[in-house]
């Protein structure tokens, strides 16, 4: 086992190092500098353009810049947002939360539902419901999320009223500072009548949106592994001891059922951190998505590769984990002595 | 699932409905800002969205009317101009006070000479304490050409500012309202320096303002409280929140459900939409910009006037505004747009005339076809939605005057820097106005700038020039208005640019705002503004 983790780790090394490179390269392929894309009509003078290029070391030759980079990476600095001055760590972790919390809200949804539904469907399966959750889920997974989180605005918000249109909490009614980061939790804290139920409310579909595709994913991956696990010799058995229906399905099938579905979930959190950019563009959730996408438009290198290759390592690790966890529940797999 | 998730969502959202409908006890107005500022220091920053996040912290020593660009007093209360123009003194306010508590700063002393002096010292001296913090980007200080005017800038008492220029030059009055001229406390400054912080100077501000910072979350919020101190138009509402919504559709939605009371530009396929709708109000004018497509005038034909004539002839103007604006633009026959004081209305347009464009290129010896190059920008500006659009509706037109245009663009920085160069036979641009001195603007015209670059026509004429220079010199307004009136006149006749348009600025709240005046600037303000 142990043998197996360190090699897992060791094989990491070599992502990590084509991550960096990659994303220090497609930055500056990107045409314009940090400091041209800052300036309008006035233009800049030639000899403000080569102070500030050579402040943010930018007259390097490209190899030494990346050498640099790694350098500071290797201490631990990733360095200073180009637009805000800020450490792009702080920054980060500023963020994060944000997006951890709708990340974990997105998952938990698509979970909750994906796995009953999947079950059901295969325990009926060609059932009228089979046929409209299958079909549901294709949709599901093939819907832009851009377009999916715009239409529920439009009905569930402007429609109906039954959700806010973003942000993270009623601004008008309610002020506190952030301790943790997760909105759910200060306004817990924060002592404030309904600010947890605002902060809630107002999670609601930016969790929806961001869970649709795990959703569609777990609830189809769910349903063809319970469907191979029913037709196994020991669940006939199960039932031909005579055991309710609902046990054969929840103790003896489900579980097995689930190892596969296991994997699949851990695979959903790389996709649901890319799918966290572009909800949080559209819920103006404060989180790393967001921030990413602004650190394109202004040509912020330090911050861009930073964000990148923390969230890039987060994936990592999260598949890494996956790994393990999957070798825990699944005696069959042996991780190589 | 649809409809699982469907229910979901509305049973949650009404418990929440029932729950979170609480009082509330102090009056907030809500704005739905663009995005997050750069910093809070308006000296750093560059974009419309951080200076209207600082501005409600920072006064300056002059200042814009609300709603206008006319100066008057600030944190100066007067000053004299003496010395032929060259030497400004300024009689500061006295009794200002800066804010308190905020990052655990307590002033111990009100505003004064020292704190204009850090705040201009801060942006022009290399070796001043402050200058290279947060990374020492002052791009409007120098992009004002405030280190080529500046001579001196000193005390003579705690209120008086001597600045000596180094050549007269008025339309500075109108920089110093400007924001990166706001006036910081140069004792906050020394504490944060004592404290070894002093990047906090530019992340929590502290200023004289008619609102005090409370907090920034970035991407998410920025939160002000009410001056009760302040010496100018006080603010109405007790807390100023801006609600960081970079998506338009998403602002627009917001604004819908009163959310937010104010929304910053909203897309112009709403405006009908927006107009419908009883719970908000529309407001517009047309801003401080204009597009141009100007001839480079050192390239045979366009070193003939009657060629720039036939080619300002050439071009159907509301065909343009119709469908490159789609109504959020007005056309332009001046350089200056019609909010700016001199505008001159006497001035006649070129009407859209192609046979007459042609009879001027027959007249003027040239032969068709001709072929020309027709640069188009490579990136929305805000006085030029879509410059591709533009040029294939300009090209359309041309053919028909026996001209083949060839369009060519580049990246934005190399467009901009090989149209500076004069590398381009014709090309789109535009200006968006800093101070609101017309100088500003006739500037672009300038023999200086046709050197410097910024006049992308390199066009050269003494009789404009000349009036362009005085006017700098004189601080009487009638005399410039005159001045400026007949450079309109000579530019309209000599045609080194077709005018295209000045963008209309439309502004969205709800109903219940009152008091707002919109500015030409393109910038939000706060103060003197309610919600019933």
């Known amino acids: ?337 | 699932m649809f409809k699982l998730s469907l229910k979901l969502a509305a049973s949650v959202g009404l418990v929440a409905m029932l729950v979170g409908a609480t009082a509330a006890s102090a009056k907030t107005l809500v704005y739905c800002s663009e995005g997050s500022p750069e910093s809070f220091t308006p000296a750093m920053n560059g974009t419309g969205t951080s200076f209207d996040a600082d501005r409600p912290v920072f006064d300056k020593l002059t200042a814009f009317e609300r709603g206008g660009t006319n100066v008057g007093p600030g944190l100066a209360t007067s000053w004299d101009v003496t010395d032929g123009g060259k030497t400004l003194t300024f009689h500061l306010r006295k009794g200002v006070k800066f804010h308190s508590g905020v990052n655990g700063f307590k002033p111990t002393r009100d505003f004064n000479a020292d704190d204009v002096l850090f705040s201009f010292n801060r942006q022009w001296k290399p070796d001043h304490p402050y200058f290279k913090v947060s990374g020492g980007k002052y791009d409007y200080f120098n992009d004002m050409d405030m280190p080529a005017l500046l001579d001196t800038i000193e005390k003579t008492d705690d209120y008086t500012i001597v600045m000596k220029l180094k050549e007269p030059n008025m339309p500075i009055l109108a920089n110093l309202a400007m924001d990166f001229a706001s006036i910081h406390s140069a004792e906050y400054a020394d504490f944060l320096m004592k404290a070894g912080k002093p990047e906090q100077f530019d992340q929590i501000p502290v200023g004289t303002g008619p609102f005090i910072f409370v907090t920034y979350q970035k991407d998410a919020m920025i939160r002000f409280k009410k001056n009760a101190d302040y010496f100018g138009e006080k603010a109405l509402v007790d807390d100023l929140v801006f609600a960081i919504t970079p998506d338009p559709t998403a602002r627009l939605a917001k604004l819908k459900a009163g959310e937010c009371h104010f929304a910053i530009a909203p897309r112009p396929a709403d405006l009908e939409e927006i107009k419908k709708d009883k719970s908000l109000s529309l407001i517009s004018q047309s801003g401080l910009n204009v597009s141009y497509w100007a001839f480079n005038t050192e390239k045979p034909p366009f070193d003939k006037k009657e060629v720039r004539q036939a080619f300002n002839m050439a071009i159907d103007h509301d065909a343009i505004i119709k469908e490159v604006f789609l109504g959020s633009g007005t056309s332009a026959k001046n350089l200056i747009p019609p909010t700016l004081w001199s505008y001159n209305d006497k001035v006649p347009s070129y009407s859209f005339n192609p046979e007459k464009a042609k009879a001027l290129l027959a007249s003027a010896g040239v032969t068709t076809p001709l072929d020309i190059d027709l640069w188009y920008l490579p990136v929305q500006r805000p006085y030029n939605p879509n410059g591709k659009r533009m040029a294939e509706m300009m090209q359309a037109d041309l053919a028909k005057i026996g001209v083949n245009a060839k369009l060519v663009t580049y990246e934005w920085g190399e467009y901009r820097k090989r149209m500076q160069k004069g590398e381009h036979m014709t090309g789109q641009l535009g200006w968006t106005g800093d101070n609101g001195d017309p100088d500003n603007f006739f500037f672009l015209r300038g023999c200086a700038a046709s050197k410097g670059g910024l006049n992308v026509t390199k066009w050269c004429n003494k009789e404009y020039d000349d009036r362009l220079n005085k006017a700098k010199s004189l601080s009487d307004i009638k005399e410039r208005t005159k001045l400026y009136e007949e450079m309109q006149v000579i530019e309209q006749e000599e045609a080194p640019d077709m005018k295209i348009a000045h963008s209309i600025v439309f502004e969205a709240m709800r109903a219940e705002v009152s008091g707002y005046k919109q500015s030409p600037f393109g910038s939000h303000e706060f103060q003197g503004v309610d919600v019933k």
């Open chain 1, 1 to 337: 086992m142990i043998k197996f983790i360190l090699r897992r780790l060791l094989l990491t090394i070599p992502t990590f190092i084509a991550l960096m490179f990659v994303t220090f390269i497609a930055i500056r392929l990107v045409p314009g500098d940090p400091v041209e894309v800052r300036t309008g009509e006035h233009g800049i003078s030639p000899e403000r353009l080569a102070y500030f290029r050579h402040e943010l070391g930018l007259d390097q030759p490209v190899w030494k810049q990346f050498f640099d980079y790694v350098w500071h990476l290797l201490h631990g600095d990733f360095g200073v947002s180009l637009s805000s001055n800020e450490k792009v760590l702080t920054e980060f972790l500023s963020l994060f939360p944000a997006t951890l919390e709708l990340s974990i809200a997105g998952i938990l949804f698509a979970v909750l539902l994906g796995i009953p539904a999947g079950v059901f469907a295969a325990v009926k399966r060609g059932s009228w419901f089979d046929h409209t959750l299958m079909g549901a889920a294709v949709a599901g997974f093939s819907m832009p999320i851009f377009w999916w989180g715009l239409l529920l605005i439009m009905l569930v918000s402007e429609g109906w009223h039954l959700t806010p249109v973003s942000g993270r909490i009623d601004m008008i009614n309610f002020y506190f500072e952030p301790t943790t980061g997760f909105m759910l939790i200060d306004s817990l804290m924060s002592d404030q009548k309904g600010a947890f139920l605002s902060a809630l409310h107002h999670l609601v579909l930016p969790m929806i949106v961001l869970g649709t595709v795990p959703l569609a994913v777990i609830a189809r991956m769910t349903r063809s592994s319970m469907l191979e696990v029913l037709s196994e010799d020991y669940v006939r058995t199960a039932r031909a001891k005579g055991l309710s229906e609902f046990r054969v399905i929840s103790l003896h099938a489900l579980r097995n059922a689930l190892i596969p579905v296991v994997t699949v979930v851990g695979l959903q959190v790389g996709g649901l951190l890319a799918g966290a950019v572009l909800t949080e563009t559209i819920f103006s959730w404060p989180g790393v998505g967001k921030w990413l996408i602004e650190s394109i438009g202004r040509r912020d290198y330090p911050a861009l590769q930073g964000g990148i290759l923390l969230i890039s390592s987060l994936v990592i690790v999260i598949n890494l984990l996956v790994d393990l966890l999957y070798g825990a529940i699944n005696p069959r797999i042996r991780h190589g002595g």
